[in-house]
């Protein structure tokens, strides 16, 4: 199992600009999915953006045009660019990675656009 820290959330105005970091605690260069997902207050924790192993991402609807998920192998670091962000990307977004059957995640970090 790999453990995951999430950070860079914070309090935005709407159209700005956050990146959240997920460092992981060893190589994930062979880590064959990792992700993004939020969850909303009263809300089921919902997918933002995936990445494979190769780099094939996979975005939600909601994050499409917006967001960007990108990894550095060598940081053993996934990142989340969300720009243009609206009141209701409010949510703790959280990391997660799945490896040889293995579900991991992290501890969450909270996101609030609001003006």
């Known amino acids: 199992q790999v453990q995951l820290v999430e950070s860079g959330g914070g309090l935005v105005q709407p159209g700005g600009s956050l990146r959240l970091s997920c460092a992981a605690s060893?190589?994930?260069?062979?880590?064959?999915?990792m992700g993004w997902y939020r969850q909303a207050p009263g809300k089921q924790r919902e997918l933002v953006a995936t990445i494979t192993t190769t780099g094939t991402t996979n975005y939600a609807d909601s994050a499409k045009g917006r967001f960007t998920i990108s990894k550095d192998n060598a940081k053993n670091t996934v990142f989340l660019q969300m720009n243009s962000l609206k009141t209701e990307d409010t949510a703790v977004y959280y990391c997660?990675?799945?490896?040889?059957?293995?579900?991991?995640w992290g501890q969450g970090t909270q996101v609030t656009v609001s003006s």
């Open positions: 060893r190589s994930i260069f062979s880590i064959w999915l």
């Open positions: 997660n990675a799945l490896n040889q059957g293995v579900l991991s």
